[in-house]
Structure formats: C-alpha cells, structure tokens
C-alpha cells in the first residue's frame, strides 16, 4: 500500500556526510512510522534509526548515536537520514522501512511491513 524509493547513496571518504532520502508514495504517509536498517555483506540486515509517524520520538541504534539524525517532511512525504563523521564500518546498503502499526521492538525486521530497494553507501579510510 505504500512504496518506498531510497537516494543519495554514494562513495564519500571517512569522515565525510551523505544525506540519503526516502521517498514513499501514497496520501497517507503522515500515518506511518518510518526507519532505516542498513546490511553488509555476509552480515545480518540491522536497526539504524526510526521516526514516529508525527516526528516526535526517534530512536537510533547504539553505533550511531551523535552521527546519525533521521527526520520526516511530511508535506513532501520524504524521510531522511543524515550521517555525519562516516567510518568504513558504516559501509552497507541502506534500506528504507515503513509501518502504520503501533510500534514496539524497533530494531526486529519483522515489525515493519514495507521496504524500499535499498541504496549503497560505501565510506573509504
């Protein structure tokens, strides 16, 4: 019921910023919670950030916090996410997530129902 297209990833040194964008279709993406996970290759699809639906609360996992800041523009029915100081372990593709659910165990896959393509981001030393 929704789809979702992630931009702006790209190569950038460590150190560096990239902003990537979310973009949900649909007249209802002021109801929907959203969040980014991101996966390295050979590892497991893991929690980044999440939003409430109203921008509110955010909530970021531990490897993040003070360098990652997720925000919604409603009236453009766009998330972001901006990443500030990059390290190389922050290389993965970045997927965006959607849920209209209330929310409750964040980080698990399985409590979020819509999924964007994904867009790589790769930090070099």
């Known amino acids: 019921q929704v789809q979702l297209v992630e931009s702006g990833g790209g190569l950038v040194q460590a150190g560096g910023s990239l902003r990537l964008s979310c973009a949900a279709s649909?007249?209802?993406?002021?109801?929907?919670?959203m969040g980014w996970f991101r996966q390295a290759p050979g590892k497991e699809r893991e929690f980044v950030a999440a939003?409430?639906?109203?921008?509110?609360?955010?909530y970021y996992a531990d490897s993040v916090k003070g360098r990652f800041t997720i925000s919604r523009d409603n009236a453009k029915n766009t998330v972001y996410l901006q990443m500030n100081n990059l390290k190389p372990e922050d290389t993965a593709a970045y997927y965006c997530?959607?849920?209209?659910?209330?929310?409750?165990?964040?980080?698990?896959?399985?409590?979020?129902?819509?999924w964007g393509q994904g867009t790589q981001v790769t930090v070099s030393s």
């Open positions: 939003i409430r639906s109203s921008g509110g609360s955010t």
């Open positions: 649909g007249r209802t993406f002021s109801t929907y919670r």
């Open positions: 997530a959607a849920d209209r659910t209330a929310w409750a165990v964040l980080s698990a896959q399985s409590n979020w129902a819509y």
